[in-house]
T-cell receptor, first 116, second 111 residues
Framework: GAVVSQHPSRVICKSGTSVKIECRSLDFQATTMFWYRQFPKQSLMLMATSNEGSKATYEQGVEKDKFLINHASLTLSTLTVTSAHPEDSSFYICSARDDTSTDTQYFGPGTRLTVL | KQEVTQIPAALSVPEGENLVLNCSFT??????LQWFRQDPGKGLTSLLL?????REQTSGRLNASLDKSSGRSTLYIAASQPGDSATYLC??????????FGKGTRLSVIA
């Protein structure tokens, strides 16, 4: 089946630094990718919709200047957490919609971010 | 706005028992319904996808059904095993839109 990878799988950083998370579709093209965040014992909440070649669409309450999304190619979207703070510590998961099968989305394995 | 509720929030059963997890939606106009498994600290594993024209799907010991008229889905796990212990999430989605997830049911199967 189709595979979506995320890198890194786990990252620990100091408060105030920036962290970039990559989401790649390995064997299909994805014009649209979604970024989710999951806090402990909570469900996944959509942060933003990433579209190749255009600006991302952010959900209400998500700061676009803090969570920078770049979808520069049909197989790669990146989420950069700028000036990270401990409250940004979370599990970040992306999904990618297969362009050839628009009813299908595939999920990445997630990235665990810990901000000290 | 679609909201998804999963009941129970947590469940502990002895090994070998059959069990049912429930998922309900505030908007019964469900397009696709998908069940996932999430192990602690891990990402999502897709279990079953019920597409809009279907009413149920089966994979091994798992059976998921969807009743659009009532906005409910159930995941049936037969002969549970300790390896089934995880959080189970249901989600409603169209391929064009992001998934709306429930908070999940944390399942513990005791050997």
């Amino acid at each position: 089946g189709a595979v979506v990878s995320q890198h890194p799988s786990r990252v620990i950083c100091k408060s105030g630094t920036s962290v970039k998370i990559e989401c790649r579709s390995l064997d299909f093209q994805a014009t649209t990718m979604f970024w989710y965040r999951q806090f402990p014992k909570q469900s996944l909440m959509l942060m933003a919709t990433s579209n190749e070649g255009s600006k991302a669409t952010y959900e209400q309450g998500v700061e676009k200047d803090k969570f920078l999304i770049n979808h520069a190619s049909l197989t790669l979207s990146t989420l950069t957490v700028t000036s990270a703070h401990p409250e940004d510590s979370s599990f970040y998961i992306c999904s990618a919609r297969d362009d050839t099968s628009t009813d299908t989305q595939y999920f990445g394995p997630g990235t665990r971010l810990t901000v000290l | 706005k679609q909201e998804v509720t999963q009941i129970p929030a947590a469940l502990s059963v002895p090994e070998g028992e059959n069990l049912v997890l429930n998922c309900s939606f505030t908007d019964s106009a469900i397009y696709n319904l998908q069940w996932f498994r999430q192990d602690p600290g891990k990402g999502l594993t897709s279990l079953l996808l019920i597409q809009s024209s279907q009413r149920e799907q089966t994979s091994g010991r798992l059976n998921a059904s969807l009743d659009k008229s009532s906005g409910r889905s159930t995941l049936y796990i037969a002969a549970s095993q300790p390896g089934d212990s995880a959080t189970y999430l249901c989600a409603d989605y169209s391929g064009n839109t992001p998934l709306v997830f429930g908070k999940g049911t944390r399942l513990s199967v005791i050997a």
